[in-house]
Nanobody, 126 residues
Framework: QLQLVESGGGLVQPGGSLRLSCAASGFTLNYYAIAWFRQAPGKEREGVSCISSSGNITNDADSVKGRFTISRDKAKRTVYLQKTSLRTEETAIYYC???????????????????WGQGTQVTGSS
């Protein structure tokens, strides 16, 4: 199983910005589409953004369009989620995920992804 590692979470004030990173252990992240999900306490896991293996195709949930940007740096083998204008209600654990197959690009349904990181906590403070 592929191992993904998220980092960059923390405490952020409403309206603030944060950048999350997703790196891989034991395989080349560059071959995989990557998605970001989040799960708030008591809520279902929600898709946020996804990016194709090439980086040419991205898709964002309506709730984050214009505020979050997903990108990837192939030289660093890392996928980023740049978050701006953060809202307090967006406090959640943020996960990155990869599908089972290389180069396979899909949408933001959690069951399309077989490999998950442990998550990084993002907490909005007021």
């Amino acid at each position: 199983q592929l191992q993904l590692v998220e980092s960059g979470g923390g405490l952020v004030q409403p309206g603030g910005s944060l950048r999350l990173s997703c790196a891989a252990s034991g395989f080349t992240l560059n071959y995989y589409a990557i998605a970001w999900f989040r799960q708030a306490p008591g809520k279902e896991r929600e898709g946020v953004s996804c990016i194709s293996s090439s980086g040419n195709i991205t898709n964002d949930a309506d709730s984050v369009k214009g505020r979050f940007t997903i990108s990837r740096d192939k030289a660093k083998r890392t996928v980023y989620l740049q978050k701006t204008s953060l809202r307090t209600e967006e406090t959640a654990i943020y996960y990155c995920a990869a599908p089972k197959y290389r180069f396979y690009y899909t949408d933001l349904r959690p069951d399309e992804y077989d490999n998950w990181g442990q998550g990084t906590q993002v907490t909005g403070s007021s």
